[in-house]
């Protein structure tokens, strides 16, 4: 079957890195997608990554390694508005999203 | 502003009734989605629709219908509601189709009784 693992809280402290991994076994990969979600909020897209390596986009980078199936999700300099759950998704052969259950990130002044 | 709407916001309903939940969007992409999630789980994907007039079936598809008569809307019909679709729904679109990044529309939350 096709699954995606991540950790199911983290808690951070403000100002601080925090790192949010994803493991995959999927039919297949065309792609890792990382959404945030706010409490009571639709999902709003993060990154993408197709390639092996790191992006980087202000104070969030993803990176994947497809070897490994694994992916993280980088937060530095963590604010109180990062406190949200975080989604990773795989798009497998079908090109249908496969979604974790997403990490809830907690962070603390 | 441009972006996907979905109505209604929250909903009681009793089991055994119908219900339509509404989705529409004006960014004029190609591909829509009607997603549930549920409490410790991923979204489950529940029926999908590629361009206007063709829809396909997702993880999820039993107990609900959709339909996509133009490109803007893609309603979700529960024929009969049962308990068992209490949950959170969120319709997305993308501009091309699967290969392309979904966004997501606000959410409706549905309690069945």
């Known amino acids: 079957g096709q699954n995606i693992d991540q950790p199911t809280e983290m808690t951070a402290t403000e100002g601080a890195i925090v790192q949010i991994n994803c493991t995959y076994q999927?039919?297949?990969?065309?792609?890792l997608f990382w959404y945030q979600q706010h409490a009571g909020e639709a999902p709003t897209f993060l990154s993408y990554?197709?390639l092996d390596g790191l992006e980087e986009k202000g104070r969030f980078s993803s990176f994947l390694s497809r070897s490994k199936g694994y992916s993280y999700l980088l937060l530095k300099e963590l604010q109180m508005k990062d406190s949200a759950s975080y989604l990773c998704?795989?798009?497998?052969?079908?090109?249908?999203?496969?979604w974790g259950a997403g990490t809830k990130l907690i962070i603390k002044p | 502003i441009a972006g996907i709407t979905q109505a209604p916001t929250s909903q009681i309903l009793a089991a055994g009734r119908r219900m339509t939940l509404r989705c529409t969007q004006d960014?004029?992409?190609?591909?829509m989605y009607w997603y549930r999630q549920d409490l410790g789980l991923g979204l489950r994907l529940i029926h999908y629709?590629?361009?206007?007039?063709?829809?396909g079936k997702g993880e999820v598809p039993d107990g609900y219908s959709v339909s996509r008569a133009n490109t803007d809307d893609f309603p979700l019909t529960l024929a009969s509601a049962v308990p068992s679709q209490t949950s959170v729904y969120f319709c997305?679109?993308?501009?091309?189709?699967?290969?392309?990044?979904?966004?997501f529309g606000p959410g409706t939350r549905l309690t069945v009784l």
């Open positions: 960014m004029r992409h190609n591909a």
């Open positions: 990554n197709v």
């Open positions: 629709s590629n361009t206007a007039g063709t829809t």
């Open positions: 998704a795989v798009r497998d052969s079908n090109y249908q999203l496969i």
């Open positions: 999927t039919s297949g990969f065309n792609g």
């Open positions: 997305a679109s993308s501009r091309r189709g699967s290969t392309d990044t979904q966004y």
